[in-house]
């Protein structure tokens, strides 16, 4: 496995960890008391940065690691594969990424608060980037 | 010749030879090119087409 395949795998993992514990920790707080509490909870702010500090630090350790092992392949340029395997990656995550965004507009006309809203802005980047990430180890797997 | 030195002398890397092998990459006319010039063959010799 090459190095770019392990750090998609990584990246991957640690982006759906961090983020499924953030938003079922971000549904109990708002469902929690039988209804939509539309208040931004200070303790769910803290979880948040508290979760991207250690997805930074793993995402930093664990690519030290990766490195480490094969120094010749982290430090190479991307090759003509990987660089289309990026490229291709990308499209059906922008599409994710747009009909989110459509939706989460459309979220508007039902009365949603900015805090909900910040919330599904932040839940459809994140699922584009399980795709876009998603779609690499694809590619790097099955070919392209 | 091993697949890394191989990818070695065409500036990619061993997994792009290996999926090159496999039929699961098509590569750039360029190395496709540099593949030949490294066996010192013409290049329908080291790739063929096939629908």
């Known amino acids: 496995m090459s190095f770019r395949e392990k750090s998609a795998w990584v990246t991957f993992i640690l982006l759906l960890v961090t983020f499924v514990i953030y938003f079922a920790s971000a549904y109990t707080v708002m469902h929690g008391h039988g209804h939509m509490d539309n208040q931004p909870s200070p303790n769910l702010f803290h979880l948040f940065f508290q979760l991207i500090f250690w997805f930074i630090v793993l995402e930093i350790v664990t690519h030290i690691v990766i490195a480490a092992r094969t120094p010749k392949d982290a430090n190479a340029p991307l090759d003509e594969r990987e660089k289309l395997i990026a490229l291709k990656s990308v499209q059906p995550a922008f599409y994710v990424l747009l009909v989110g965004a459509f939706l989460t507009i459309g979220t508007l006309h039902l009365g949603t608060t900015t805090y909900h809203m910040a919330h599904s802005v932040l839940f459809v980047v994140w699922i584009a980037e399980l795709v876009r990430y998603g779609m690499q180890l694809y590619y790097f797997r099955r070919g392209v | ?51």
């Open chain 2, 1 to 51: 010749m091993t697949q890394q030195e191989l990818a070695d002398c065409v500036g990619v890397t061993r997994q792009t030879i290996n999926a090159i092998e496999l039929e699961k990459y098509s590569p750039s006319l360029e190395v496709a090119f540099k593949i030949a010039a490294v066996f010192k063959m013409p290049l329908e010799k080291v790739f063929q087409y096939r629908d």
